[in-house]
């Protein structure tokens, strides 16, 4: 048994080299986070093919959370609102309200094409409109629905690793 402790000791510490951090646009409001944030998801409408994209970025393959970017329950424990679909007439108020449930400073992030324009659903009856015009969006990941890849280097803007 001493023999394997020392061993282990000996090793160190074995993991990849952290990546290199985001560049380029951040929001403004990433800057207060400093490098972690809570996320709270909503669905407004969606077809729920940006939940599984989102599932996998938050697994084990893509892990977004090693870039500090961690799923919560409540908007209330949230600084980050991750938002997929168009908003439905019925959702609008509820995304509202959760956007107003969540403390100061927060940040929306616009997951998918229907989140940002209504994609495929613009000018369907029950399209209240795109998730910018119910509440400030300050990050749009792209994509029907958008790759695992994207939505990490969507969130990775706000967290800053
Ligand atoms: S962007 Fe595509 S995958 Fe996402 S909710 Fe809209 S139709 Fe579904």
Redesign the pocket.
Known sequence: MQALWRRIRGLGRAAEPAPQAPDGDRPAVASVFAGSVQVRHVDAG?????EVEIGSAFGPVYDLERYGARLVASPRHADVLLV???VSRNMAEPLRRTYEAMPAPKAVVA?????RNC???AGAYGVAGAVGDVIPVDVEIA????RPEAIVAGMRKLTGR
């Open positions: 969606s077809c729920n093919g940006c997929t679909g168009p997951v998918g094409d229907c989140a994609g495929v659903f994509g029907c629905a958008p």
